[in-house]
């Protein structure tokens, strides 16, 4: 069985900067499409970054620029550098595995495994 679990959220300050980890188990990170989705308070949960399989990465708009998306093969745990925080950036943060190996998915359906997310809160 997948399982995912998130870590690194916490309590900053606008500008500062945190490093996400999602570590997995039950599969094998190098064969899989990543990512990393975010869902602030009565909003939909929306794609932060990706990382296919492939290793081509994609970014929101919101956040180029500013974060970075990576894996570590060898220990399956993805990570999610963020960097100029702000506080729009406030949400809970979901890492997510594509639905099979090899292949990249176009939308949040294609991902079938998630964890249970991390708060991220960022004060002006």
Known sequence: QVQLVES???????GDSLRLSC??????????T???????????REIVATLAWTDDTAYADSVKGRFTISRDNAK??????MD??????????YCATATARFV????????GSWGQGTQV???S
């Open 8 to 14: 690194g959220g916490g309590l900053v300050q606008a």
């Open 23 to 32: 570590a997995a188990s039950g599969l094998t990170f190098r064969w899989y």
């Open 34 to 44: 990543l990512g990393w989705f975010r869902q602030a308070p009565d909003k939909q």
């Open 76 to 81: 399956n745990i993805l990570y999610l550098q």
């Open 84 to 93: 100029s925080l702000k506080p729009e950036d406030t949400a809970v943060y």
């Open 104 to 111: 990249v998915p176009n939308d949040r359906a294609g991902f």
């Open 121 to 123: 809160t960022v004060s």
